[in-house]
């Protein structure tokens, strides 16, 4: 009678077999995305990541150190791929040039910079103007009860205490969109600090690490003033400001804010660096609407027209998925989605990117 039942060369194979498809995640791949940059995105890249992994079994590695530390490890090829707030200016677009070739910039999310204060005897939300915030990050106006401050909010009991301006440390598209939005707002702030990813504020100005950073320091110090991710400002409960936009009306940080904002500013092609450096950069910033929250920004990735084989891939699968299924997540972590003719033409140029 002939014995039947498995050699052991085929249970070599078996054991071979099942081993090489535990390696690669049950038949997905196992492919590691490295990326890094700005802490605006850095909680819809949190979710993104997580959510890709459950989908496809790829790892989003995203390291939150600010937008100036995703346009360097990019430009050096450090990372897959980076993000900013902040475009390219021109000499940062020279450098890239001449270690890797064009720098693509595709939007991936949109959201509000909140003014969050830390005022124990205000019991509403502060009343303020681009040009009074220009003037106190300036440390012109400094007591809470200036009559520039006053006069926006009558019959709020404003303390005689000293403002604590405090900004972001580090190199930072946040601090980009709101010396933009200040710089637009006081003529004074434009000539004398400008817009910048790492203003140089004047001797007063507490400096901080990263959102968290900025408003664990207003959260836990009274009489303190800052900007942050509108994600931040909940997280830790810390009272906003209500902005003086464009059209006069004060409005407080929020998605239907920034979607206004973002349909008004998509309306003519931008004329100003850096954005007319780029294709699908705008300037959300005191935007023209009644419903305009005035200091909103977009948070790009940004990386090579060029992308080496696999991980370049890898990399651009994911930003496509990001920026058509991933929206959904938006609002939810209070970011607006982009609009639909934004997002069809940020997955068109994904959609060129070449690989060798």
Partial sequence: MKRTGITTLGVAIVVLGLAAILANGCGRSATRVSGGGATFINPMMQKWSDEYKTKTGVEIDYVSKGSSYGIEQTTDKNIDFGCSDAPLKK??????KAKGGEIVH??????????????????EPLKLTGSVLAEIYRREVTKWNDKKIAELNPGVNLPEKDIVAVARAEGSGTSNVFSEYLSKSNEGFKSAIGTSTKPKWPQGVVAQEQNDGVAGFVKNNAYTIGYVEVLFAKK???????????????????????????????????????????????????????????????????????????????????????????????KDLDYAPLPDDLRKKAVERLGQVTFE
């Fill in 106 to 123: 595709v939007p991936m999310i949109m959201g509000a910079v909140a003014i969050v204060y830390n005022v124990p005897e205000c019991k």
């Fill in 91 to 96: 000499d940062q677009v020279e450098k890239a």
């Fill in 236 to 330: 830790n409960e810390l009272a906003t400001a209500k902005l003086k936009n464009k059209a006069g009306e004060f409005l407080g940080p929020d998605a239907e804010g920034v979607t206004s904002a973002a349909t008004e500013a998509m309306k003519t092609k931008p004329t100003e660096e850096p954005y007319s450096l780029h294709d699908l950069t705008f300037s959300l910033t005191d935007a023209d609407g009644a419903k305009s929250y005035p200091i909103c920004g977009i948070s790009y990735a940004i990386f090579y027209s060029k992308l080496p084989k696999g991980k370049g891939e890898a990399a651009i699968e994911f930003l496509k998925w990001a920026a058509t299924d991933g929206q959904a997540f938006a």
